[in-house]
C-alpha cells in the first residue's frame, strides 16, 4: 500500500486536512474543528477510512488488497498532544454499510 499521509492546516474559518497517498493528494475542508478523528482499517475488506468520529462523516477512504501487516506511525510535526485510544465501538455509519 505503501504510505499514506495526513496534514491538518488550520485557517480562519475552516480547517484543511490533505490526504497524500501514491503521489496523489486529495483536501477536505471541513467548517468546525474535529477534537476526535477516527481510523478504521477493515484489513480483510480492505478498506482505510478516515472520519470524524463525533458525526461519523467519512472524510477519506482507501481500497486496497493488504497482503502484508499494516504498520500504523503517528508524528506531530510541532510540539502537541497526540492521544490514541482503541478499541473504541464501531460507528454505525460503518456497521451499516
Request: one cysteine or more; a positive charge; charged letters at 20%.
Amino acid at each position: 500500500m505503501g504510505r499514506l499521509i495526513v496534514f491538518w492546516f488550520p485557517f480562519s474559518r475552516s480547517f484543511l486536512y490533505r490526504f497524500l497517498h501514491t503521489g496523489v493528494m486529495s483536501d477536505v475542508h471541513v467548517t468546525e474543528h474535529l477534537a476526535r478523528i477516527g481510523i478504521l482499517l477493515d484489513y480483510s475488506s480492505g478498506r482505510l477510512l478516515f472520519f470524524n468520529a463525533e458525526r461519523g462523516l467519512v472524510l477519506f477512504a482507501v481500497r486496497h488488497k493488504f497482503t502484508d501487516a499494516a504498520h500504523p506511525a503517528f508524528a506531530l510535526e510541532k510540539a502537541g498532544v497526540l492521544t490514541l485510544c482503541t478499541g473504541m465501538e464501531l460507528p454505525e455509519f460503518v456497521k451499516q454499510s
